[in-house]
């Protein structure tokens, strides 16, 4: 199963966070370059907002995979995707969200009681309702991988608040928005908190990026 929920559409910073893992160089502006290039037609909501589904996520991927691994042209890329795209196949099945038991969690983000106890104690990982979300996952997998390093959750609170005040910085912008009550209101504030949230996600690479660089003297 997916450590992340499957929604019907994603905004661009939702697909950078997906890709980023795999393709640690792609950008938002490397994403919109190959859409200008027509190698990627995501839709768009009435506010004018990009809208991509998970078959835009698989272009994309592929797209990426043939040129870091294979060195192919963009051009040469789309008549591949294009002669793909005129083939018949089947419609992918929806996966649905994570939805995890205290036991599911333990076993598959490989952590122990104490560590899941710990997370929760720093508010890292909450339940609901008994129940733990692709979030809860991915947050514990993390954790559990920095823990070869000597990295614990009681090291991670400065992480957690970071990210606290960045989600403050998205507050100022929304709030405006989800205060009117035209139609539509809403769903602009969630496109809009997305698509800053992965401008703030890939600004916080690069300065992290930067940020290690010094510490070893590069």
């Not at 938002?28 to 859409?35: A, D, N, P, Q, W």
């Not at 963009?74 to 995890?100: G, Y």
């Amino acid at each position: 199963m997916s450590a992340q929920a499957v929604r019907a559409f994603m905004s661009i910073g939702e697909v950078l966070a997906l890709l980023q893992g795999e393709f640690p160089d792609v950008t938002i502006s490397k994403i919109r370059f190959l859409e200008g290039e027509g190698l990627i037609e995501p839709q768009r909501s009435p506010s004018g907002y990009r809208k991509f589904n998970h078959a835009d996520v698989e272009r994309l991927r592929y797209i990426l995979t043939a040129q870091r691994d294979h060195y192919l042209p963009l051009r040469v890329i789309k008549e591949n995707l294009d002669e793909q795209a005129a083939r018949p196949r089947a419609l992918p099945q929806e996966t649905p969200p994570v939805r995890l038991s205290r036991e599911d969690l333990l076993r598959a983000a490989e952590i122990d009681e104490d560590t899941l106890a710990e997370l929760e104690s720093f508010g890292l990982v909450a339940s609901v309702a008994r129940w733990y979300d692709a979030d809860a996952l991915e947050i514990a997998r993390n954790v559990g991988s920095l823990a070869r390093f000597g990295l614990h959750a009681r090291h991670l609170r400065m992480v957690r608040a970071a990210a606290e005040r960045e989600a403050s910085l998205v507050e100022q912008v929304v709030a405006p928005l989800l205060r009117r009550r035209a139609p539509g209101a809403i769903g602009q504030a969630e496109e809009t908190g997305r698509e800053i949230s992965g401008l703030l996600l890939e600004l916080h690479t690069v300065l992290l990026r930067g940020s290690v660089r010094r510490v070893l003297g590069q």
